[in-house]
């Protein structure tokens, strides 16, 4: 289903390993490299033609990290005033309609940090397409250890066991390469033991069924239900399972909108430590 992706890229090294990462990816057959050039107000003299192109020679050496013969790769360059990345990231994604963005959790001025850069969280917020968000475990040698080798391996799926969940879940099953999927709902701690009770009683019951049927189509599937703050709880799980993606929809059944996205797809993607894809409501409606 991603046949064509957009990698958003700063030339830093967790840009790189996410070219490498998507290079890998079952299914792709194209990738658009796009950097997109920033203004500095300090400037005196700016020539953006000039800095466009010495910037797609640089794209052309990062085709370098795919190795499939397969997929093609073009490059493109655009410049901006400051502030203006994330809204040419999404503006190219829906000119050239591709078919999911994928960036870096970071960026060369947030390398240590767990959240998103400023670009990262406006292309999550108001993003139309499909968006993918590498992250990396830091190891003591410094040195970057990739999730991306079987980045669909092992998938967290939340769901809230909606319509718009289970939509979300139809396209996920639909991709290429996945191993397993946990799903998981998450029960608020804000009710009663009584409502607590019953409402896990319910979500069992349901998750089952689902997961039932997902076995039925000769997928690898677990489930659970746990009680707790949703971001908290995925985040948790994610770790104890050691999933390779947290795979979640943008919107749900009671989402609180910030920009395009819904409240706790947005905190997850913006503060889980695993790779998050974040399936758009209005894509899988024209699926």
């Keep these: 289903m991603f046949e064509k992706v957009l990698i958003a890229t700063d030339f830093s090294k967790h840009a790189k390993k996410v070219i490498e990462c998507i290079g890998e990816m079952p299914g792709l057959k194209e990738v658009l490299l796009l950097n997109v050039i920033s203004r500095d107000p300090l400037a005196r003299v700016w020539d953006p033609v000039s800095e466009i192109k010495d910037i797609e020679k640089k794209l052309e050496e990062e085709k370098n990290a795919i190795k499939s013969p397969e997929v093609t790769v073009n490059v493109k360059a655009v410049s901006v005033l400051e502030g203006e990345v994330a809204s040419a990231i999404n503006k190219v994604a829906m000119e050239e309609n591709v078919s999911l963005v994928a960036m870096g959790a970071r ?29 990396y475990k830091t190891l003591d040698d410094n040195n970057m250890e990739k999730y991306c080798a079987r980045v669909f391996a092992k998938v967290l799926f939340p769901t809230d066991l909606s319509q718009t969940s289970e939509v979300a879940l139809s396209f996920l099953k639909s991709l290429e390469g996945i191993g397993e999927i946990v799903l998981l ?17 319910a979500a069992k019951d349901r998750i089952e069924e689902i997961a039932q049927n997902l076995k039925m189509a000769g997928m690898l599937v677990s489930s659970k239900v746990v009680v707790g703050q949703p971001t908290e709880v995925i985040r948790s799980e994610a770790e104890k399972e050691d999933v390779s993606l947290i795979a979640i929809s943008s919107q749900g059944a009671s989402a609180i909108k910030k920009g395009r996205i819904g409240s706790t797809a947005y905190d997850v993607a913006n503060s889980a430590s695993r790779p998050v894809l974040i399936l758009r409501q209005e894509k899988m409606a024209a699926y």
């Design 107 to 135: 960026g060369r001025s947030l390398i240590m940090s767990t959240l998103l850069g400023s670009s990262s969280r406006n292309v999550l917020r108001f993003g139309r397409t499909h968006l993918l968000i590498m992250r």
């Design 185 to 201: 709902n998450v029960v608020s701690k804000g009710e009663t033991d009584e409502e607590i009770k019953a409402s896990v009683a």
